[in-house]
């Protein structure tokens, strides 16, 4: 089930507000029933086998977390991690592994063709993260095992982040609050993540879908193609993240920001403070800091990037792009280190801003084709294999197409915000009339975005298969 479905809008979102809401606030734990009751059904709604993995992996760390507590003992810290990537290995990347050793050495080995389970890589860094915390004593262990199992399975974030810590959400588990504000600012960014998915990702997809497919592409409809995918991923991924965010207040819950308008980047460093934060974050603190970080000289610090960015790499698939899109984010990091950073700081904004955008769009080509050759080939059309500059593929992509490009551009950017800033200070002595605006905006959204929904026009959603 996902977010940007009719059957979770219709069906799933109300009964469970409506479940959740008839038990008085004072009643948590009786609130926090309901909410796991609810995310297990929408966790298993496609593939209900899936559940007793996650149930799994709920009792594993929740078992550990309680152990780790209690004497600290490195040895649970070990069995966890161990436990919990174990888990992730298998599933993930199992028939990797094999296919691997079967080019490598004509093995032959069988696949057993081991379906990956959604939303596992999300889930299991977030107990495996718990356990570490609690036995460096950040947290303290919960004992209700059913507090701790709404934090593993809280469907809002639960397939597609952002990873949220249990440190960042412990006291809103056991003790929340929600008030008409709070629950109105959860629907507007609810309408806002829904409006980016469906009026703008879904519909910039189609493009980098059509070209991709093509062969001997000029240049501009090769740099047109992975341009549409570069957007088609920000708003995609940036848009569940707001609908998260925004489901997570209407149940009382704050979770930190995952995006951060990464697109105005000036260098690969900001892009990277910028993307997908939540994650960047669980790297630093759990793999980059404990390997070292920048304490042990410069050599050792490189080597600490350079794992951290083959990890990042695998985490987001078992496939050979991924690694490559890893080591290529992971050297390009090194370079800025050792001293283009200080360079691009003096130069003018825009050459940061071109800079970073080239290579941008480069890394999403490299993560979007999961064929090396392919890769290849396509940014060979990128850079000119075809000799050709522009061709009626360019032209028809472009010109059909250039009001939704130019509304990805300014949606990619603070503008929107700060002209809604600009209008609400304007007008913040007419309340009424203010209201009035915003509620017919997010209407007008809702609205438009509902009707592409029904009309059958392409749904994808890419973090799914991580």
């Known amino acids: 089930m996902?977010?940007?479905?009719?059957?979770?809008?219709?069906?799933?979102?109300?009964?469970?507000?409506?479940?959740?809401?008839?038990?008085?606030?004072?009643?948590?734990?009786?609130?926090?029933?309901?909410?796991?009751?609810?995310?297990?059904?929408?966790?298993?709604?496609?593939?209900?086998?899936?559940?007793?993995?996650?149930?799994?992996?709920?009792?594993?760390?929740?078992?550990?977390?309680?152990?780790?507590?209690?004497?600290?003992?490195?040895?649970?810290?070990?069995?966890?991690?161990?436990?919990?990537?174990a888990l992730l290995g298998y599933f993930k990347y199992t028939d990797f592994v094999l296919e691997t050793v079967n080019r490598l050495a004509e093995a032959g080995l069988a696949l057993p063709g081991i379906a990956l389970p959604i939303g596992i890589s999300f889930y299991t860094f977030q107990t495996m993260s718990y356990v570490i915390d609690v036995y460096r004593g950040k947290v303290e262990a919960q004992r209700d095992i059913i507090t701790f199992g709404t934090y593993v399975t809280l469907f809002p974030q639960l397939i597609a982040g952002p990873i949220v810590r249990y440190s960042d959400v412990a006291v809103m588990l056991v003790g929340r609050?929600?008030?008409?504000?709070?629950?109105?600012?959860?629907?507007?960014?609810?309408i806002i993540g829904f409006g980016k998915k469906v009026l703008l990702a879904n519909q910039i997809y189609v493009v980098w879908m059509e070209l991709s497919a093509m062969e001997n592409l000029s240049v501009s409809a090769a740099w047109l193609g992975a341009v549409a995918f570069t957007f088609q991923i920000y708003f995609d991924f940036s848009g569940y993240s707001d609908m998260a965010i925004g489901l997570g207040k209407i149940f009382g819950f704050d979770y930190l920001e995952n995006f951060n308008y990464p697109y105005i980047s000036r260098s690969i460093t900001e892009f990277w403070r910028r993307?997908?934060?939540?994650?960047?974050?669980?790297?630093?603190?759990?793999?980059?800091?404990?390997?070292?970080?920048?304490?042990?000289?410069?050599?050792?610090?490189?080597?600490?990037?350079?794992?951290?960015?083959?990890l990042t790499g695998l985490w987001h698939g078992a496939s050979w792009n991924f690694v490559m899109w890893g080591v290529y984010y992971g050297i390009i990091l090194?370079?800025?280190?050792?001293?283009?950073?200080?360079?691009?700081?003096?130069?003018?904004?825009?050459?940061?801003?071109?800079?970073?955008?080239?290579?941008?769009?480069?890394?999403?080509?490299?993560?979007?084709?999961?064929?090396?050759?392919?890769?290849?080939?396509?940014?060979?059309?990128?850079?000119?294999?075809?000799?050709?500059f522009t061709d009626d593929a360019f032209i028809y992509f472009f010109e059909s197409r250039i009001w939704l490009l130019i509304a990805c551009v300014i949606g990619s950017t603070p503008l929107p915000k700060i002209v809604c800033s600009i209008i609400a200070e304007k007008l913040e002595d007419r309340e009424v009339l203010l209201g009035t605006i915003e509620t017919v905006l997010f209407m007008g959204i809702f609205a438009f975005s509902m009707a592409f929904l029904v009309s059958g026009s392409y749904n994808p959603f890419l973090y799914f298969r991580f």
């Open 177 to 190: 609050k929600t008030n008409l504000e709070q629950i109105a600012e959860g629907v507007r960014r609810f």
């Open 334 to 388: 090194i370079i800025e280190k050792l001293g283009l950073l200080k360079v691009l700081k003096k130069c003018p904004a825009v050459v940061g801003h071109i800079y970073s955008l080239i290579l941008i769009v480069i890394g999403w080509v490299i993560f979007a084709v999961d064929d090396m050759g392919k890769v290849a080939a396509y940014l060979g059309m990128m850079l000119g294999s075809s000799q050709v």
């Open 2 to 85: 996902v977010f940007s479905s009719s059957v979770f809008l219709i069906v799933f979102l109300p009964i469970t507000l409506l479940a959740y809401f008839i038990v008085p606030a004072r009643f948590i734990k009786a609130r926090n029933s309901v909410l796991l009751a609810a995310s297990l059904v929408f966790y298993g709604w496609g593939e209900p086998k899936y559940i007793l993995i996650m149930i799994f992996s709920i009792v594993f760390n929740y078992v550990c977390g309680l152990a780790a507590g209690k004497n600290r003992s490195k040895a649970v810290l070990i069995l966890c991690v161990v436990g919990n990537l």
């Open 275 to 310: 993307w997908h934060m939540s994650l960047s974050s669980w790297f630093k603190e759990y793999v980059y800091i404990p390997l070292g970080g920048n304490r042990k000289g410069l050599s050792r610090q490189l080597i600490n990037i350079s794992i951290v960015w083959i």
